[in-house]
């Protein structure tokens, strides 16, 4: 028989006089303890016989487990439900032999997660770490944290008791972290009313555990029934982190509230559209005013006409647009555009970047730097991805020699002018030169893919924060303001080869829907304001500048860069330049600090491979609150 450890573990005080034990014991279960631990330091052997074996008449009464604490041999002397072994106490394997397989066998393992393992290893039921907080029972004791908690919860399946300090203030910290059971003495015994501060303590756990079978959970659970993978687009599900994902509930400024009410300081901002923070007042009006007029009509509007001036106007290599309604359809269609206007059929993209889920741009290069690239999804077609080359980012050599041997069958050249698909890697200048100086020299169209990078870096995207002028460029995020739009536009000869004055087909029910040019007329007004992109920056630099100082500090490798309102963290000695430096940062790093960030109420990108995002809602206070959380951290790294 196993008996369940959860809830309060209440340990004993030293105490010499066995009635006033009992007394004290039997106020704590009455008040609902559901472990009780014998421990007593200062008695010697004949009193600890008699007050365990006391205990037991008492804990049987309650049907509660009774646990000797560091003494195999008395446990069984009294036949108590188990022991509790500390470090010097003999291995589990001893204490089995023991007591037998039914009995419960718990370890203390201090702040080591690497004592828990072992543990388990060995067989042991459940382990404890601590000590949390100060206490005058061992104030010698190790300091444990929420982190490390947090992080034997995600590794260890046993029963997780904190112990330390504990107290009705500070056990919901640990409860959250993911304690199974606080083992306390002082803040019970030492307490006026020992049955009143059991209550409170099992009313704590209560709320703490109603809250634990998480609403995250239970809705990913159902969703896995009807959603492949649970979710709607791959990274949503926290494969690469690991753990349960988020749902959210609502968004307000620069916060999010996932489906257990709990706030996070929000750094992906919907994957970048949310530049002015969630639930803008200006951009709901907008909505809801467009909304109160039709949600869509297949035909034009001049909301249409007013968003494609308001484009050509911010971006000056854009002479014509056309509105879709997502990344992926823009890319696409400038893939086909710039086919048809060349009359070639290969394009070059860069390995790491990300361009949506066209089968010619789900590629991954192939074996040899100028070969054909190869599918990187399952279901594209190896003749499709063969047009596909797939070449270094950054490398203006390479991409000097890929011309140099197929330069006249090249039809386009894409490529986001700030890496953001693969964390975030900013463009050499004479990388960018190359592209331009080599697309005009053959004759290849030049795809400035800004879906992340427009109104993201800059107000003119990363075309005028770098100076390239692309033939066309991609538009999406911002641009729709959380809804669905996006675009493609760009050089007049170029973009005239479309249906219906060209011969190159594309189309959309939705392009160009009402309300979603509406959430991004709003979002665009806004981010025109003066000095709107200055301060987006500062905020970005406030906080990457913060994150490393804090890592130095305290001896993490690690460091962090930003590009206007965009920024990459990284778990490297020094900021990667390339696809190989960035897949060379330590991933596990990366996920452990998501996860402790996580608890901690702020949330990054569930992957170390996506770029960061600040809003203009978010304040200085906001950044100063994930660099604390992130220095708590960081402070107990090791
Ligand atoms: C640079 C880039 N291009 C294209 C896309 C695809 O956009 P969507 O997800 O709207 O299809 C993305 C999406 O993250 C992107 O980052």
Redesign the pocket.
Known sequence: MRIEISGLYAITPDEPDTAQLLRKARLALQGGTRVLQYRNKSGDAALQLAQAGALRQLTDEFTVPLIINDDAELALKVDADGVHLGGEDGSVACARALLGADKIIGVSCYNQLGLAHQAVAQGADYVAFGAFFASSIKPEAPVATPVLLRQARREIRLPLVAIGGITKENGALLLEAGADALAVISALFSSEDIQQAARQFVHLNKLERRNMTSHNQELFDASQKLIPGGVN?PVRAFRSVGGTPLFFKRGQGAYVWDADDKRYIDYVGS??PMIAGHCHPEVVKAVQAAAANGLGFGAPTAAELEMAELLCKLLPSLEMVRLV???????MTAIRLARGFTGRSRIVKFEG?????SDGLLVKAGSGALTFGQPSSSGVPAEIAALTSVLDYNDAAGLERAFAQMGSEIAAVIV?PVA??MNLIVPKQEFLAALRNLCTQYGAVLIL?????GFRVGLQGAQGYYGIKPDLV?L??VMGGGL?A?AFGGRRDIMQCLAPLGAVYQAGTLSGNPVAVAAGMATLKLVQEAGFYERLAQLATQLTTGLSASAKRHGVEFCAQSAGGMFGLYFSRALPTSYSEVMACDKESFNRFFHAMLDAGVYFAPSAFEAGFVSSAHTAADIAATIAAADNIFSVWK
């Open positions: 687009s994957w970048g309604s997502s990344g992926t359809e823009a890319t970047c990300y361009h949506g889920h986001e953001g698909n893919d800004e879906v992340m990078t991609t999406g995020k669905p996006a």
